[in-house]
């Protein structure tokens, strides 16, 4: 039974427990989705879309008449969506093809010129 609201037992329906179920594992699938695809630089949009998704399913089974261990999941899955859209995106240097310590030897970047 989930606790009593106003003094009253609030009866919940199958249709409410398969909502409550399905929002809170899709909150943590989809937040573990957008986590997994934001260090990519071409993930950074569709990570960032999954994220909303996974706060949006977090939120519909917080709201919904959740308790226990369904509760817990969806606030798990709303803080994993949340670390998503809160991560820095990734730092590539595409034209930085080389590296900057093989060319200390041969000269390439000296400090002081021989000239």
């Known amino acids: 039974m989930p606790p009593a609201q106003y003094g009253k037992l609030v009866v919940m329906r199958a249709s409410d427990r398969a909502a409550v ?8 699938v989809v937040g573990l989705w957008a986590l997994g ?7 950074l949009i569709g990570g960032a879309v999954a ?18 261990r369904w509760r817990k999941t969806a606030f798990v899955g709303i803080a994993i969506s949340s670390l998503a859209l809160s991560s820095p995106p990734p730092r590539f240097c595409m034209s930085c ?14 400090a002081v010129s021989n000239g």
């Open 21 to 28: 179920w399905l929002g809170s594992v899709l909150s943590v």
């Open 37 to 43: 695809s934001v260090v990519f630089p071409f993930g």
């Open 51 to 68: 994220s909303l998704f996974g706060l949006v399913f977090g939120g519909l089974a917080v709201f919904a008449p959740a308790w226990g």
């Open 97 to 110: 093809s080389r590296s900057s310590t093989s060319d200390w030897g041969r000269g390439g970047l000296s």
